[in-house]
């Protein structure tokens, strides 16, 4: 199973939702064997796309999540891990499930690096991962933006920001004076933070193309 905890990982259940996935299980044969399963599928209009359904909990692999939230076994496969850190599951005004997310995909034009699962996985990017949810998003929400983590590398954390922050002309401005402050004063040993936004691409861009 994943090295990951309940605390790292941080993912809900309602009580309302335990109810239904309840009540939905045991129409279910060989209920007691079975596990909620959440992975994501997919992106669609700037989205995450969710597959929600029961499967054996024998058939987590090594790599999966599991816990337990209010009486309900959940799975997280691997690949899915990191875009459901600290994510809900609910009851819709309608009755349905939902799952709010924190997270959202990266945004679109441009390539972000990848610096492999170990930039994703070690001691001080969890710790950055937390900062980003837990104090940085909920300030800069406010006008629609959000900061992910792309990785942490010898010290230095890179980010990309999304939502009101991709195209912002006062973009570098939430960095050097708030995102960059608040990690640097939680976790001493960072020495930067890079932004790998591609800014043109944002639907205000500060980085525009020359006319011609």
């Not at 993912?11 to 045991?26: H, I, M, N, Q």
């Not at 596990?35 to 209009?45: K, M, Q, Y």
Request: one cysteine or more; glycine letters at 10%; proline letters at 5%.
């Amino acid at each position: 199973m994943s090295e990951l905890s309940e605390s790292d990982v941080r993912f809900k259940v309602s009580p309302e939702a335990a109810e239904v996935v309840k009540g939905a299980l045991r129409d279910e044969d060989d209920s007691e064997f079975l596990a909620l399963w959440v992975d994501i599928s997919g992106v669609t209009g700037g989205n995450f796309d969710y597959d929600v359904y029961f499967e054996r909990l024998s058939d987590a692999g090594a790599g999966d999540f599991t816990s337990e939230s209010e009486g309900v076994a959940i799975v997280i496969p691997e690949g899915s891990i990191d875009r459901l850190i600290g994510a809900s599951l609910d009851v819709s005004a309608d009755g349905g499930l939902v799952i709010t997310n924190p997270n959202s995909p990266l945004p679109v034009g441009g390539d972000v690096p990848d610096f492999g699962p170990e930039a994703l996985s070690s001691d001080i990017a969890r710790q950055v991962q937390a900062i980003l949810q837990e104090e940085i998003n909920p300030s800069i929400a406010s006008h629609g933006g959000r900061a992910d983590l792309v990785g942490v590398v010898e010290d230095v954390v890179y980010v990309v920001l999304s939502g009101g922050c991709q195209g912002c002309g006062m973009a570098s401005v939430t960095l050097s004076q708030g995102i960059e402050v608040s990690i640097k004063e939680a976790i001493p040993s960072i020495v930067a933070v890079r932004d790998v936004t591609d800014h043109m691409s944002g639907s205000n861009p500060y980085y525009a193309a020359a006319k011609k």
